[in-house]
């Protein structure tokens, strides 16, 4: 199993969900997160004034997959989120050594 975290643009999430559900991924946890990478934000005038907003908002996507999902949603993710700008995001792959349903005490892929 491995579990995908991915940071994107807010305005590509739907076509990023869509692009998953057509693959069969069943659960993802979303998180509205504020962060910069090499954009280092940008500038903004409100009501006459400069101001710099130095940590842009993006969606987090978690998700833990079985290994012969991943290679699957990974490109699905990059060519749904990709706009070619900088500020696209990132997609971080780790292992994951078990997972365990509370429910019912499933393990492994079956608690996926």
């Not at 999430?13 to 280092?40: C, N, W, Y």
């Not at 365990?100 to 492994?108: L, P």
């Amino acid at each position: 199993m491995t579990k995908l975290e991915a940071i994107i643009q807010p305005s590509r999430f739907e076509a990023v969900k869509e692009a998953l559900a057509e693959l069969g991924v069943d659960g993802m946890t979303i998180s509205d997160v504020r962060g910069h990478g090499r954009q280092k934000g940008h500038t903004e005038v409100y009501r006459g004034r400069e101001y710099t907003v130095d940590l842009v908002p993006k969606i987090k996507i978690e998700m833990v997959l079985s290994d012969n999902l991943v290679d699957a949603a990974v490109d699905a993710i990059v060519q749904t989120a990709a706009t070619g700008k900088i500020g696209d995001g990132k997609i971080f792959l780790s292992r994951v050594e078990e997972a365990i349903r509370i429910r019912n005490q499933d393990r492994g892929v079956a608690a996926l």
